[in-house]
């Protein structure tokens, strides 16, 4: 079984589509996950939604999506001012879309042990795993999965690794659309349960930022110079 995570595509459109041509020139991967924060601060929020809709993929709910249907008083004016210009792009259908969306998705496996996809742990949608969260941590978050769970993937942190606690393979996917680690390639991840256990394969796809930046200014969304940074510069 070969399952594709996509996480954190955050609005940008030519990222994902970047993405869905590598994953094409693949071995075929009998499903595809989207882990959550779908279209805030980005450029094409609607458009992201519109591929995401018609791909017909499991997609589960991020942090950022749930920002974007509650609108959170305890968010800053200008986080505030991004999400209300997102909720204007993508109009009442798709923030019900996105209201809509669980919070998990668990991949069942015929051959062996499930793979739990989640945005950012199993309890909350935002506390992030690192690659050196204290073993005590790790404890509080995944005690209490059921035993027929040997690996989990989420997103969150924008930067893609593996690790492996007790019987569970650990797998950040990284960010389509918004990588934190220095590199500005998209990554996305996929595991393929192979001689009894979960391995991982992670892919950094290259796309074009500049035009994304070109997408940016012209896009009327608050806080450009920001979003700018934080997407050339891969880290924030």
Same mark, same amino acid.
């Given at each position: 079984?070969?399952? *594709?995570?996509?996480?954190?595509? %955050? ?34 929020? #609607? ?13 589960? $709910? ?51 042990? !499930?793979?739990?996809?989640? %945005?950012?742990?199993?309890?909350? $949608?935002?506390? *992030? ?26 997103? %969150? ?22 990588? #934190? ?14 001689? %009894? ?8 796809? *290259?796309? !074009? ?5 070109? $997408?940016? #200014? ?19």
């Amino acid at each position: 079984m070969r399952v *594709a995570i996509l996480s954190d595509i %955050h609005g940008n459109q030519i990222a994902l589509e970047a993405v869905l041509k590598d994953l094409s020139r693949q071995p075929a991967v009998d499903t595809v996950v989207i882990a959550g924060d779908l279209c805030l601060n980005g450029p094409r929020p #609607r458009e992201v939604l519109q591929i995401i809709q018609q791909l017909n993929y499991s997609v589960i $709910q991020g942090n950022v999506d749930t920002d974007i249907v509650e609108q959170p008083s305890t968010n800053g004016a200008k986080k505030q001012s991004v999400i209300a210009w997102t909720r204007k792009q993508i109009g009442q259908q798709g923030i019900d879309y996105l209201a809509n969306l669980p919070f998990s998705h668990t991949i069942t496996n015929p051959n062996g042990s !499930d793979l739990l996809v989640v %945005h950012a742990n199993p309890l909350d $949608q935002e506390e *992030a795993i690192f690659e050196n969260t204290p073993d005590s941590e790790l404890e509080y978050f995944f005690q209490d999965l059921p035993s027929n769970i040997s690996a989990v993937a989420y997103g %969150h942190y924008h930067v893609p690794y593996m690790r492996h606690w007790r019987h569970l393979l650990l797998v950040d996917a990284g960010s389509v659309g918004l990588s #934190r680690d220095g590199d500005t390639q998209s990554a996305y991840a996929i595991l393929n349960w192979q001689d %009894h256990t979960w391995q991982v394969e992670h892919r950094r796809v *290259a796309y !074009d930022v500049e035009a994304v930046v070109n $997408q940016l #200014r012209k896009s009327g969304i608050p806080a450009v110079e920001k979003r700018i940074r934080v997407l050339t510069e891969a880290h924030y």
